[in-house]
């Protein structure tokens, strides 16, 4: 069997924000539970592959998002019919924007791939700080660092709905469409979550045929037992943390 | 100067030495004599023969403002500089009221300040350098500059209004392209660099940020009046114009010792004809670390080095320095550093494994860790606690253990073990 083949579109341009961590995430957590896998980094004028269980894009600045912007536009089709064949996407930030329907800062517009019904809108107020949400796969924890604001299309199902931190709670949270996740949790988010990405894992390797695993018991696989536990305390001391509004210096 | 300084420069001082009874530094009492007397830092600057030196960068300020005043000062130039824990405006002035006269007389022949990169270009309008050192722009504190071309901007900004010269970084993306904003011959742009070969013998080269929205995303090719051109261990050979110049430096690692080439350029071009190798070889052979920066303190009968990180590039740098694993090993990090995302683009491979690591955030980075199945210890966001353990591990064979250490965790860390003075107050 060919091993999980996951994506990560313009790690350097667009991976500003740890964003290596959601990849490091997926592909250490799917080979402890014995599924072999393989990173495909994306650069900008390489072909993609033709074929990916996840594809994961991350954060970068507005110079990085023209930058790439161009092959990313030239992919759109194959990006948009992995999309509808339910490949599992992972979309935090800039990147996530622009597989939007688009991207407005300003007077500038940049258009998007339109895998996730949303438009976003940079506004000039900045959100930092913890956030923790109510997803569909969980409660998340994370640091939030944006300026941007996101318009759902009407149907569009939000990931989740904050619950503490710099966001006001109640407030909708991130896209999720078929199998692909859009947010703006940072931290990054996967490492932090298990649950979140045992249940990318989980689509993504069920639409394989494959069976994950790793989520089965309240015990947990042994060897995700290390991982889940730091991620355990960690987000604890976030959650404690979590109304702590830190000094603007 | 004259006595219309006298009622201004009073009260700073005063104020100053209320504050300092109450136990640490303040800011306050620059703040007070500026507003009392908005021209006091330039009246006392233009005192200065030659001039006032900015230096600006993402890393390394207090170590290459630190080995620029030594050097300046191995050439009997009498210099005023920060503490580095003082780089705003405020604090800036506060250091100064403490050396002046009340007449506003300071005996310095020059000002080697390092500056907070947001608060420089606005502080040009108070102060304006005659010199502005630029180090690097590296991708630093996101939640706080929003982007790193940002950041640049503001160094950029800052050096075109030096009034005589501009020393710039010929490796850095951004800030080697300084000329083309330059209109007419004032400033002139003197560059400092590192050799190939150097900057490829480290593992992760010098970790400067992409310039992403120039078409031309690395940096440009210039001539560096200071280049770094051998590094092994703490000993670097530097070239100075034509000569090449044989240093110690005071911690191991590419960028400290591109800070030397950086400080050695400075020196070269303040002082012009002025300028004697050897002089500059005496003063980094007497030079200490900097604070916290591969600092060696006494802990029992063993010593504890302390590695200080603020960002991703001062910790990759800091341990692609390590010739080899360190034996004992304290991770610390807590809420001092808000956003830690960047722990995963850190490659960790220079540690074989950590004894402690603590701090508020030590669970995230145990979880950054144990993703690269690096060995943990013990995980004890308790920095008194990992201390204890720390103590209690037997003494490494060299009798050295290795601190590695985010700003807020090594003050507290040195107050823990017996060194408990403030960084200004050394």
């Keep these: ?249 | 100067m004259g006595f219309s300084y006298v009622l201004p420069i009073l009260i700073g001082k005063t104020l100053r030495v209320l504050a300092r009874l109450r136990g640490g530094g303040s800011a306050f009492p620059g703040y007070a004599a500026l507003r009392l007397a908005p021209r006091f830092l330039h009246e006392v600057a233009s005192q200065f023969e030659h001039g006032v030196v900015f230096v600006l960068g993402s890393n390394g300020k207090s170590t290459t403002t630190h080995m620029l005043s030594e050097v300046l000062r191995a050439h009997g130039v009498r210099v005023f500089t920060n503490p580095s824990g003082a780089n705003l405006p405020q604090g800036i002035a506060s250091s100064l009221l403490a050396e002046v006269s009340l007449t506003g007389r300071l005996k310095a022949d020059i000002a080697v300040l390092e500056v907070d990169e947001a608060y420089a270009l606005e502080f040009t309008k108070v102060l304006r350098p005659s010199t502005v050192l630029m180090l690097n722009t590296q991708v630093d504190q996101l939640y706080r500059f929003y982007e790193t071309e940002r950041v640049a901007d503001m160094m950029l900004d800052t050096s075109a209004r030096a009034t005589e010269h501009i020393v710039t970084n010929r490796e850095d993306p951004y800030l080697s392209k300084i000329a083309r904003r330059i209109v007419g011959d004032q400033p002139d742009v003197t560059y400092f660099g590192a050799s190939a070969e150097v900057i490829a013998s480290s593992p992760h080269g010098l970790f400067n940020a992409t310039d992403y929205r120039d078409g031309e995303s690395s940096s440009e090719e210039h001539v560096a009046l200071g280049e770094l051109r051998g590094l092994e261990g703490a000993s670097a050979t530097v070239a100075v114009r034509d000569s090449e110049i044989e240093i110690v430096l005071p911690a191991k690692g590419l960028h400290y010792a591109i800070d030397a080439a950086a400080a050695l350029a400075t020196a070269a071009v303040v002082l012009g004809e002025g300028f004697v190798d050897s002089a500059a070889q005496r003063a980094f052979e007497r030079m200490k670390p900097a604070y916290g920066r591969g600092e060696l303190l006494q802990f029992g009968d063993e010593q504890v080095e302390f590695v200080m990180f603020k960002n991703a590039a001062s910790l990759q740098l800091n341990l692609d320095a390590l010739p080899e694993p360190p034996e004992q090993v304290l991770l610390a990090i807590d809420e001092g550093t808000p956003d830690i995302s960047w722990i995963y683009d850190i490659d960790f491979s220079g540690l074989d494994h950590v004894d402690v690591i603590t701090g508020a955030k030590a669970w995230q980075i145990a979880l950054r860790l144990e993703h690269e199945g690096i060995p943990i210890g013990r995980v004890e966001p308790d920095l008194r606690r990992a201390i204890d353990i720390m103590r209690s591990l037997p003494k490494p064979s060299r009798g050295i253990k290795t601190w590695v250490v985010n700003y807020e965790q090594m003050m507290l860390a040195r107050k823990l073990i017996g060194f408990g003075e403030l960084e200004n107050q050394r």
């Design chain 1, 1 to 249: 069997m060919s091993a999980l083949t996951i994506v990560q579109l313009y790690p350097d341009e667009m991976g500003v924000a740890g964003d290596a961590g959601n990849v490091l995430a997926l592909s250490t957590r799917a080979r402890r539970s014995g599924h072999a896998t393989e990173v495909v980094r994306h650069e900008v004028g390489q072909e993609l592959p033709a074929n990916a269980d996840i594809v994961v894009i991350g954060g970068g600045p507005m110079s990085a998002m023209r930058r790439i912007h161009a092959d990313l536009m030239a992919n759109a089709q194959t990006l948009k019919l992995w999309a509808d064949s339910g490949v599992s996407f992972f979309a935090y930030g800039a990147g996530a924007e622009l597989l939007s329907h688009g991207v407005t800062a300003g007077e500038a517009e940049l258009s998007g791939v339109g895998v996730f019904p949303f438009r976003a809108e940079r506004t000039g107020e900045r959100v930092v700080g913890y956030l923790i949400v109510d997803s569909v796969d969980g409660p998340v924890v994370g640091f939030a660092d944006h300026a941007s604001r996101w318009l759902r299309n009407d149907s569009a199902e939000s990931f989740g709905v904050v619950s503490a931190g710099v966001v006001p709670a109640g407030q909708a949270e991130g896209v999720i469409i078929g199998s692909a996740i859009a947010t703006l949790i940072g931290g990054p988010v996967l490492p932090l979550n298990p649950d979140v990405t045992d249940a990318i894992l989980s689509r993504a390797l069920a639409r394989r045929g494959e069976t994950y695993s790793a989520g089965a018991g309240q015990e947990g696989l042994e060897e995700h037992r290390a991982l889940d536990h730091y991620a355990s305390e960690a987000r604890a001391v976030i959650r404690r943390n979590a109304e702590h509004h830190f000094k603007r210096i």
